[in-house]
Nanobody, 122 residues
Framework: QVQLVESGGGLVQAGGSLSLSCVSS????????MGWFRQAPGKEREFVAR????????YYADSVKGRFTISIDSAKNTVYLQMNNVTPEDTAVYFC???????????????WGQGTQVTVSS
């Protein structure tokens, strides 16, 4: 059973930056696609970004494009989400997830981390 563990959430002021990490326990990470999702209070969980373990074929939601960057350190089995120029609308629980398919659809992701809270103050 693959496990994903996120870290790095916290409180940040609008306009600031925050970096999230997600470590995978998978023995062979290269066959998975890694994604970040988020869920704000009272809202559906939504796609943020995804990448392959080669670090190519990245894809972002329009709402974060140009501000967030997803990256991979294959040697550490870790995927990152660098969040810059955050706004209060970025406040949510952020989840790391893995999928066997190149997808931005939540239902295609079958392994999830426990989530990490990001709160942006205005």
């Amino acid at each position: 059973q693959v496990q994903l563990v996120e870290s790095g959430g916290g409180l940040v002021q609008a306009g600031g930056s925050l970096s999230l990490s997600c470590v995978s326990s998978a023995r062979s990470v290269s066959k998975y696609v890694m994604g970040w999702f988020r869920q704000a209070p009272g809202k559906e969980r939504e796609f943020v970004a995804r990448t392959t373990w080669s670090g190519v074929l990245t894809y972002y939601a329009d709402s974060v494009k140009g501000r967030f960057t997803i990256s991979i350190d294959s040697a550490k089995n870790t995927v990152y989400l660098q969040m810059n120029n955050v706004t209060p609308e970025d406040t949510a629980v952020y989840f790391c997830a893995s999928s066997p398919r190149l997808s931005a659809t939540r239902s295609e992701y079958n392994t999830w981390g426990q989530g990490t809270q990001v709160t942006v103050s205005s």
